[in-house]
């Protein structure tokens, strides 16, 4: 079946650092990608998607590039702030089935 | 406008128990999903509905759990004889209609925490 492997957390970066979470997934066909946000108290949130092998969802300067070729969805930004501490979760969702199928979340705290 | 809410925020029940937990997903979104989110087990599915179609029932831990969805709009989650291993927070999330789109964004609540005593 479909799955999705992050890096463990907690990631600790200082502010303005690079950051790179790592995501891969298996899957039969052609599933679209997402990387979702919780922040602490809050729901979870869309941060970006790619439908398509080598789309790239960008937000909030956030971006992920849909590799097909190494079954990877890597999420970059190239400097954090402390208001991006929270919990971050890759998904996907193939077209046979409506749900969306998660990784375990990576926490990433940043300090000022 | 308003998006999906959920109700109760926090539930506490002794093993044993049955409990109910609400969805109100957003106005006019006909694809409704239950989740659960627990430090052993991360984020499954468990319910979908979709319009008047047959609900997609695959992720239901076991008979315990049964979920309705009433007029097309407010669901109910229902955990008959709850056992600890069902403390998890319960979320639930809407999207628009959900044909051939299937990269629709589903839009989460706040979710509801259950603990089990």
């Known amino acids: 079946g479909d799955s999705v492997t992050q890096m463990e957390g907690p990631v600790t970066l200082s502010e303005e650092a690079f950051l790179t979470i790592n995501c891969t997934y298996t899957?039969?066909?052609?599933?679209?990608l997402f990387w979702y946000v919780q922040y602490p108290g809050e729901g979870l949130q869309l941060l970006l998607k790619a439908t398509k092998a080598d789309d790239k969802g960008s937000n909030k300067g956030f971006e992920a590039t849909y590799r097909k070729e190494t079954t990877s969805f890597h999420l970059e930004k190239g400097s954090v702030q402390v208001s991006d501490s929270a919990v971050y979760f890759c998904a996907l969702r193939n077209a046979g089935r409506r749900a969306l199928t998660f990784g375990s979340g990576t926490r990433l705290q940043v300090q000022p | 406008g308003a998006g999906v809410s959920q109700s109760p925020s926090n539930k506490v029940t002794e093993k044993g128990k049955d409990v109910e937990l609400r969805c109100d997903p957003i106005?006019?979104?006909?694809?409704l999903y239950w989740y659960r989110q627990s430090l052993g087990q991360g984020l499954e599915f468990l319910i979908y509905f979709q319009g008047n179609s047959a609900p997609d029932k695959s992720g239901l831990p076991s008979d315990r759990f049964s979920a309705e969805r009433t007029g097309g709009s407010v669901s109910t989650l229902t955990i008959q004889r709850t056992q600890q291993e069902d403390s998890a927070v319960y979320l639930c999330a809407s999207s628009p209609r959900d044909g051939t789109l299937f990269y629709n964004e589903q839009f989460f609540g706040p979710g509801t925490r259950l603990t089990v005593l």
């Open positions: 106005s006019g979104h006909t694809a």
């Open positions: 899957a039969t066909g052609y599933p679209s």
